[in-house]
């Protein structure tokens, strides 16, 4: 690479002050100073780093005992202790937000303008909006200098070179999971288009704001600087962005089978500040063979109820059929309020005649199915309540009510395996957490997903043998048998060491202000069985994740928040002298 006469002494400079570095130390940046420097760029424009830093250091906000000297010796390239490099690191991030705020952000609009989610019948990686958002990132890369390739159009990575053996992965995800777009609408009334960015206030409302292009953007905006600035690096960077992330989740797994596997991984796909466990996923698939109703009364000739397993839904609907449909419509508005009474008042039970029929709606409030604890499941609601009309209202049994007797038996609106008897928890990871997420049905078969995240504690192997002992007790008993499908993974834990962990857990917890410990997900990642990986960002844990949700949003001070300690995090850890 040919670098100018003037950058190759900074840049000399710069690589000897690595060999200084011992324990990671604070930038002496206060969160004030922060909001400070930002608020005098604010209407400015500037060229580079070294402009940017020219003018802050001539500014007040520079006159004092870190600050100032710190720049200053940037600028002279001398040699900077540990202190003055973290607080460069730190300035560089928020150079990022100034440079390239506005740009990032009208990127993230146009990553979420192209619906990267599963389409039944069609390979995802033979989806034509897969094809698009590559061209995309293949374009954005080769105008900001840095490497693509397209695997198979199943993973794209995009690299950044520096020197030695060792490569840090950056992984995020291009796929996102299905919507609803009749169920986005704010309170007021307003309606959303899930694939159109929309800012309302601070809020960013889109697909994928939050989980997760909103981590490619950043992370490619990372690279571009530090490209741009010619920062050397004692390390590559890889970032891998992930097509099957939220269904499959084979296309890391086939790159791997290509490629080799980074030295260290860190996902933007989670929580911050650094997070070193994660529940294992599983799923307990249950399917119902659909059979002739029996008996008197209306028929539930079908239901819904989430369009993946790993996200609650706002709503679940079923569709009755009656001879007086009215009739049933009245009752059945009745036992709901009644239903919703006894059972926390936070969900709603409606029924109104449509033709001959009549639509049944639980509405409750969606989520992550990783957190069930911060939604109302509707889907869980909506079966439990079908079981208990028996006796209030007439219906035929056929493999709805089947399944409906199978959910209210065994899982219940617990969302904590206690109805069924298997929950478990962990000091540190949390709670075994277990919730109905996903009905669908064929010609053939109802099926219905129960969504498990696993702590540690408790083999998959053993959990899997209690679930499935209880669940055939049960069968035997009612006479219901569904074919049973069990998938429970592993969970992580991990206790890394080194100054990249202590690194990542200063530049997070810094800029953030969170307590300086590691943190625990419910949520697996594409890092979950890679060497050296942990999450890192971009959820604060401390705020309801939106991903998965209807609605979903990402702020833009928290997007630039974002882009700022991704920036600052790939120059300190891009330039340890030693992980």
């Known amino acids: 690479m040919n670098f100018p006469l003037k950058q190759l002494v900074t840049t000399s400079l710069m690589l000897a002050s690595l060999s200084s570095f011992a324990m990671p130390a604070d930038a002496n940046v206060t969160p004030q100073q922060n909001v400070a420097i930002l608020g005098s760029f604010r209407n400015a424009s500037v060229t580079d780093f070294r402009q940017f830093l020219g003018r802050l250091g001539k500014s007040d906000l520079a006159k004092t005992d870190d600050l100032g000297p710190a720049i200053q010796a940037f600028l002279d390239n001398k040699r900077l202790s540990t202190e003055q490099q973290n607080t460069i690191h730190r300035l560089?991030?928020?150079?990022?937000?100034?440079?390239?705020?506005?740009?990032?952000?009208?990127?993230l609009r146009e990553l979420v303008a192209i619906p990267t989610f599963r389409v039944d019948?069609?390979?995802?990686?033979?989806?034509?909006?897969?094809?698009?958002?590559?061209?995309?990132?293949?374009?954005?890369?080769?105008?900001?200098?840095?490497?693509?390739?397209?695997?198979?159009?199943?993973?794209?990575?995009?690299?950044?070179?520096?020197?030695?053996?060792?490569?840090?992965?950056?992984?995020?995800?291009?796929?996102?999971?299905?919507?609803?777009?009749?169920?986005?609408?704010?309170?007021?009334?307003?309606?959303?288009?899930?694939?159109?960015?929309?800012?309302?206030?601070?809020?960013?409302?889109?697909?994928?704001?939050?989980?997760?292009?909103?981590?490619?953007?950043?992370?490619?905006?990372?690279?571009?600087?530090?490209?741009?600035?010619?920062?050397?690096?004692?390390?590559?960077?890889?970032?891998l962005v992930d097509t099957t992330e939220e269904t499959s989740g084979d296309a890391i797994p086939y790159y791997f089978e290509h490629n080799p596997v980074p030295n260290y991984n860190l996902a933007l796909d989670g929580g911050y500040p650094v997070v070193i466990a994660e529940k294992g996923y599983g799923?307990?698939?249950?399917?119902?063979?659909?059979?002739?109703?029996?008996?008197?009364?209306?028929?539930?000739?079908?239901?819904?109820?989430?369009?993946?397993?790993?996200?609650?839904?706002?709503?679940?609907?079923?569709?009755?059929?009656?001879?007086?449909?009215?009739?049933?419509?009245?009752?059945?508005?009745?036992?709901?309020?009644?239903?919703?009474?006894?059972?926390?008042?936070?969900?709603?039970?409606?029924?109104?005649?449509?033709?001959?029929?009549?639509?049944?709606?639980?509405?409750?409030?969606?989520?992550?199915?990783?957190?069930?604890?911060?939604?109302?499941?509707?889907?869980?609601?909506?079966?439990?309540?079908?079981?208990?009309?028996?006796?209030?209202?007439?219906?035929?049994?056929?493999?709805?009510?089947?399944?409906?007797r199978y959910a209210a038996d065994n899982w219940g609106l617990d969302y904590l395996g206690g109805k069924l008897g298997v929950g478990f928890s962990d000091v540190f990871m949390g709670p075994l957490t277990a919730s109905p997420t996903y009905v669908g049905m064929d010609e053939t078969t109802f099926k219905l997903a129960v969504n498990l995240r696993v702590p540690k504690g408790k083999s998959p192997q053993v959990l899997k043998s209690e679930i499935?002992?209880?669940?055939?007790?049960?069968?035997?008993?009612?006479?219901?048998?569904?074919?049973?499908?069990?998938?429970?993974a592993e969970p992580m834990y991990r206790n890394p060491e080194g100054e990249w962990v202590k690194a990542l857990l200063a530049v997070a917890s810094e800029n953030l202000g969170m307590e300086h410990k590691f943190g625990t997900s419910a949520g697996a990642t594409s890092v979950h069985e890679l060497p050296n990986g942990v999450q890192f960002g971009l959820a604060r844990p401390e705020v309801k994740y939106t991903g998965h949700t209807d609605n979903e949003f990402k702020t833009v001070e928290q997007f630039l928040l974002d882009l700022q300690i991704v920036t600052e995090m790939m120059g300190r850890i891009g330039q340890l002298p030693k992980l």
């Open 283 to 404: 799923t307990v698939m249950a399917k119902f063979t659909r059979r002739q109703a029996e008996g008197q009364g209306a028929e539930i000739t079908s239901m819904t109820g989430g369009m993946a397993s790993n996200q609650i839904p706002s709503t679940s609907v079923a569709t009755l059929v009656s001879d007086h449909p009215a009739e049933l419509a009245a009752s059945l508005r009745q036992a709901g309020t009644d239903y919703a009474k006894r059972n926390g008042g936070n969900f709603e039970v409606s029924a109104k005649v449509v033709g001959h029929e009549v639509k049944l709606t639980v509405t409750g409030v969606s989520a992550h199915s990783s957190e069930p604890e911060s939604g109302v499941n509707p889907v869980a609601r909506m079966l439990d309540f079908i079981n208990s009309l028996d006796g209030k209202v007439a219906l035929k049994h056929n493999q709805i009510t089947d399944a409906a």
């Open 468 to 488: 499935a002992d209880k669940l055939m007790a049960w069968s035997q008993k009612t006479r219901i048998a569904p074919t049973l499908d069990y998938s429970i």
């Open 121 to 239: 019948g069609v390979a995802q990686h033979e989806n034509p909006e897969f094809i698009r958002i590559a061209d995309k990132l293949k374009g954005l890369t080769q105008a900001f200098n840095l490497n693509f390739r397209n695997i198979d159009n199943r993973v794209y990575e995009i690299s950044l070179d520096g020197s030695g053996d060792e490569v840090v992965g950056i992984h995020a995800h291009a796929d996102v999971v299905p919507v609803t777009p009749e169920n986005w609408v704010l309170k007021d009334g307003t309606r959303l288009d899930p694939f159109k960015l929309t800012l309302i206030g601070d809020r960013m409302y889109g697909r994928g704001t939050e989980d997760d292009k909103n981590g490619i953007v950043v992370a490619l905006y990372a690279m571009k600087i530090i490209k741009e600035e010619q920062l050397p690096l004692a390390r590559h960077f890889k970032l």
């Open 92 to 107: 560089l991030g928020l150079y990022a937000r100034v440079k390239y705020g506005n740009a990032a952000t009208e990127t």
